[in-house]
């Protein structure tokens, strides 16, 4: 009789804990719910913002507003890690087309992406932050002279990314690459690409990732290596 009062008094606590588990869960997916709220209302609101401005006449206004909430709408992905390499470029042009209407850098971009690539399944914002480098540490103060380029292609072995950069500045590509391996020692610096790096890893494995190099002819080429995949 002990030993089956003892199993039943573990038979008790497993569902005790089993419940518990069930009901943070639970408790989980609805804050989580509840966050998506405030950026859903977010875009929603500046959609409507955008078409006031536009019938108001403020044009360029209507557009950089048009643009935050292609940002907005792209970054929530109703909830999914993985979003087309379209998709994803969408958000980075509107992205780069913020920082030139915002601060008039007068900088070119050139998009040249393989249509063959475009249906490819990537993690969300990983192009926007070697873009926001490219420009910040390379083309900013080179005003119409600074030039980035956006370039997509099948390869072999998956696809391939980069963006490359006419930017002037000494960079310690060594340094980078310990930053990216985790092996520099600062929580802070260069959080950006170390987070593109940890996410494409953890969707694909360590033979994948970012990495930077030099640019034949001066600037600075940021590459992703990701392999095929495609939504089922």
Excluded: C
Excluded at 23 to 49: D, F, G, R, V
Excluded at 73 to 81: A, E
Excluded at 84 to 90: F, K, P, R
């Amino acid at each position: 009789m002990h030993s089956v009062y003892g199993m039943a008094g573990r038979l008790n606590s497993l569902i005790e804990d089993r419940y518990l588990l069930e009901i943070k869960q639970k408790e989980a997916q609805l804050q989580l719910l509840y966050q998506q709220i405030n950026p859903h209302l977010l875009y929603n609101t500046l959609e409507s913002i955008y078409w006031k401005s536009t019938l108001e006449g403020q044009s360029e206004s209507g557009e950089m507003i048009k643009e935050l909430a292609q940002l907005m709408r792209i970054g929530l992905s109703r909830g999914r890690d993985l979003i087309t390499l379209e998709e994803e470029l969408a958000h980075a042009k509107a992205y780069t087309s913020l920082q030139q209407k915002r601060y008039e850098y007068g900088f070119s971009v050139a998009w040249d992406v393989e249509e063959g690539a475009l249906a490819n399944l990537i993690p969300k914002i990983v192009i926007q932050p070697l873009i926001e480098n490219a420009i910040l540490h390379g083309v900013r103060n080179m005003g119409e002279d600074g030039e980035i380029a956006v370039i997509a292609s099948m390869t072999e072995s998956g696809v391939e990314i980069r963006v490359e950069d006419n930017g002037y500045k000494e960079t310690d590509y060594e340094a980078i690459a310990r930053l990216l391996e985790g092996d520099d020692g600062s929580a802070g610096a260069g959080y950006g690409i170390r987070n593109v790096q940890q996410r494409i890893r953890l969707q694909f494995g360590a033979e994948y990732g970012l990495s930077y190099r030099a640019r034949k002819g001066g600037g600075t080429v940021a590459r992703i290596a990701l392999p095929v995949k495609r939504e089922l």
